[in-house]
């Protein structure tokens, strides 16, 4: 670049940013600006020519680009609503969105499908001032007027509730959205809060530009977020009013018919991750099979786990869960033993031993930024302590969940198991960890102890009762509805408890060999876990073919039209059974009896216990079964669950919440099958079945799918709330990695 296109560059840039984002000197501003930018292309994308299916999309698109410091920034756009959302994966998981429509007669809710989408060129990135910042373009679609409003900038968990609400349906003038805590919490203390409950909006204009601001600080006043949206104005004009901008062509120069490019710029002052890359990441092993297999599938979710994985934690997934999630991150340790790198389980353990409970808990999720004043305003509101205020901004830890209490414990076994970890890290790890490690394992075992001691169902461990009285999935499926209303889980009590007692038992062992207290006696442990051994007899469902054929007939006739057709031709072609159906139940009721939900969660028993042939048949069974006698549907892959043996009910509630429902497949439920499946030495035909279905679907890659009925035939299409870079679905990895290493070499 020559002097005089450095000057050009420098102008150019400077001339499209506020100015208060640099310090008064031109050459100074200039200077820092050429230190810290840099173009860039997205890191990942979807949907992306020959890897993905686009119709399937149904208009969503997304690109993730890596900001100054390599934390994940992701912009998606749904073309259904015209929403375009930033997701900022940094220290506190912010956001900011749009909402974009067409010229539509004056219909302020309606939707041009056409409305905007990416424009042509790379990202900028860079850091300016203690700024973090990213610019890209846009491109609108419409010939005619553009109008932009519903501007929400916050936390990612605010946009989230956004989108539940259905409020992208209203009007781009209606009320700016405002949680109640925040709003309740600003009302009581007046200003400046009052000031900072929705953004600030601007517009200035010169002779080659006009530029539309929005920036607003976090409630406590600590961090701010901008959003800058700018255009030509010798090609288009815009105004502000009532909140909503309208950019309008200017028909002397495109004669109001051609696209309109505009820039979209964010920045923000949160502070930023500390991201791992590949090589700290994965193992060498895996490293040479991937630089070897030349695979663009293969390095998009190489590039995935990097964009989720921090020296902090790993997140669970974007856009929707850029945060911490005890279960997310430690079944996906378990699941990418073969290809991680013996380093990333004590960044697994530490990052959930800090964030322990009193009593030994396993935090399931973390509130941040902006979601953690919404919960600290809340707790302020009731209880007014000065104390709060001071710290409005500190995390919040969800004690809910039960499940990832017992998946520590299998970690941590796992680890200390690991003979390639020498001796003298473990004990760099415990002087360090010991005493919250030991703190968990003790909870686990008096979680336990109620069963070891009198082995009856109602004995198991319990899911909590919510506030509405019912039992919360605090599991894996936590949808309001995944274990059908039960109490006691499949999952919790025959495959993470007694995996948690063995592993304690070896932990113990581990702890006396390197010349340390251990956590219990060791025989202690080994007896609750035979104890608990036997959980699975509580869960057993076994159907004669008479009673199969009439519940499943029930079930069909309650299906529409075309859903029916079709499952009724696949019952046709692939049969009923002619022995007695047996299964494993989702969950128990209250009384301890089966509620008789067929599941994929027996899948992750196969990976950590070895059943012996005749018990693993057994469990494969369903997998096999094509639905809805089973779970297999070609084409698409296992279904997360089947309920067609459970009461009517049961059916109702799938149907209003379809999240783990008969209608999706999971990626982290394949990933398990086939991570358990292909450590074998023999493989089981299912193996090779799910593959191939899965990869027909063209979701292999995604954290969950649906389908559809088009023309009597079953489509597969992207599930609405899914993440699109997933923690357990880039699992997938070993998946590969554990397939390559089973072919017969040349």
Sequence with gaps: ???AEVVALGQHVVADRPQDQYDSAPMIRLTLLLATQAAQAPYVAFPEPGLDDQAAYAGYT??????????AVQIYIDAKSGRVVHVWADALDESIGFTVRGDTAGDEAAVDKAAVAFGAGEATVGATGGRRWLRYALTLQSGRSTRIGQFLLGSMRLERDFGYAGRVRDSLNAP???VPEMRQLAQRLGAPYTSRLTPSLSVTRTASRWTIRATQPSLDGKNRLWLTVSGNARRSRAALANRVVTIRPVGGSTGGTEPL?????????????HPLDRQAIFNPAFLRFADSSQSPRLEREIRGFELLSSREKLMAGLPNYATYFGRDMLMTAILMEPVWSDTMAEHVIAAALAKLGP???VSHEEALGGQAIRENAARYLQHPDPAILRNLDAVRENYFMVDDDFQLAVVAGRYFANPAVPDARKREFLARWRELLIRNLTYVLRQAAPYARDPVATNLVSFHRDSGGWWHPGSWRDSRVGYAGGRFAFDVNVVWVPAALRAIAAIDSTLRALGLEGVTGEADAAAAAQAWSGTSRHFEVALAPGDVEARIRMKLASLPSAERVYWEQVLIRSGLPADTLRFLAVSLDSAGVPIPVMSTDPAMWLLLENLGADREREVLRPFALPYPVGLFVDGLGPLTANDAYA?????????HDLYHSPRVVWGRDVNTLLVSLARRRSSPPILDAVVNAVEKSGFRHAELWSYEMSGGALRPIRYGTGSDVQLWSLTDL????????????Q
Excluded: K
Excluded at 261 to 273: S, Y
Excluded at 647 to 655: C, I, K, L
Excluded at 734 to 745: E, M, S
């Design 1 to 3: 670049m020559t002097g």
């Design 62 to 71: 997304t690109r993730v680009y890596r900001d100054s410091r390599h934390n």
């Design 176 to 178: 700016p959205f405002v």
């Design 261 to 273: 490019d505009i820039r979209v710029e964010i920045a923000t002052t949160g502070p930023a991750l």
């Design 359 to 361: 009593s030994g808990d």
């Design 647 to 655: 009461p009517s009910a049961v059916w109702q509630m799938f149907e």
């Design 734 to 745: 070993a998946v590969q990695y554990l397939f390559n290493a089973r072919r017969p070499t």
